[in-house]
């Protein structure tokens, strides 16, 4: 029986393994590729928010738009002062229709980056007018 790392198919044992090739697959232009190793981090470390958000980032462009907002959610939730992760959630939100979840999420990235001009002129067109 020959070892697994002999196989044509290695690949790394951990997540930090996963997520070097996840990257390097991205740069490359192999997006499946990053895809399963992006799935395969997450499922060796489920706290590791880098990992939801890139692998949403590669559902998205596939257009798995439930799936991609779910691992944004879980990013934002083990990293909720991350500016980007929350962004990415409040334009996929607003993207799907869910206008009451986009401006939640942009008022949230406002509350950590008060200057950011894309989110103020979010809020101010999502904003219920009285």
Not at 78 to 84: A, C, G, L, S, Y
Request: hydrophobic letters at 40%; zero cysteines; charged letters at 25%.
């Amino acid at each position: 029986m020959r070892s697994r790392a002999h196989t044509a198919h290695a690949r790394p044992l951990d997540g930090a393994g996963e997520f070097s090739l996840g990257l390097a697959r991205e740069a490359t232009g192999d997006p499946d590729g990053a895809l399963e190793a992006f799935r395969q981090v997450v499922a060796l470390e489920p706290s590791r928010a880098s990992a939801h958000a890139h692998l949403a980032s590669r559902r998205w462009s596939r257009e798995q738009y439930t799936q991609a907002i779910t691992e944004w959610q879980t990013a934002a939730a083990q990293q909720p002062d991350n500016v980007e992760t929350a962004l990415a959630l409040a334009r996929a939100y607003l993207k799907v229709g869910d206008r009451v979840h986009a401006l939640a999420e942009y008022r949230r990235v406002l509350g950590l980056s008060p200057g950011l001009p894309e989110a103020r002129q979010a809020v101010a067109h999502l904003e219920p007018k009285p």
